[in-house]
């Protein structure tokens, strides 16, 4: 081989591995973005949820629209972290289907139709109940917001069977 082949040639497999270096950390960079999504998105808002929760209970539900809302929040968590799981297919169609199942067992909890703010506020004793419930589930699967430093499974993996859990425990109940 003439001397400008092999230069090229090594020039060639240089641009070829950091071709692939660059493709596997964008790779690793969307893994990233759908974890802190769940995270951020999903499981914070379900620790607050818990701590929204067991405050109102405390406090006679002297404010019900602290719940309502961060249940809410849930909810848009959870179909923003599938819309950035879907579209950079970091999450598989099992995940999806968990997540979705997961939001379907959620919305027993949400009252319809929620037309005004005052709706947000105007809970039954039966909806205070179920929320009480709720809380428990969350704090049972370890949502449990005086938990929230020492919850060690932000993993999506981990937040996934999570998910898993919470839904079969509502849907139990």
Known sequence: MSKKIKIFFRISIVLNILLIAIVAWG???M???TERTLTVNVAYNLFELEKSITHQS???WSDPSLVTTELGQVFGGVDHSMNVGSESKT???SDMGTL???INSLRSYQQYPMETLDSYSNLTEEDKRNYEELGEILREVGFESKEMNQFNSWE???LIKKFMELTEKIESR
């Open 27 to 29: 790779f690793y960079h």
């Open 31 to 33: 893994n990233y973005v």
């Open 58 to 60: 405390d406090n006679d």
């Open 91 to 93: 999450l598989s169609e």
């Open 100 to 102: 979705q199942n997961f």
């Open 156 to 158: 999506k993996d981990s």
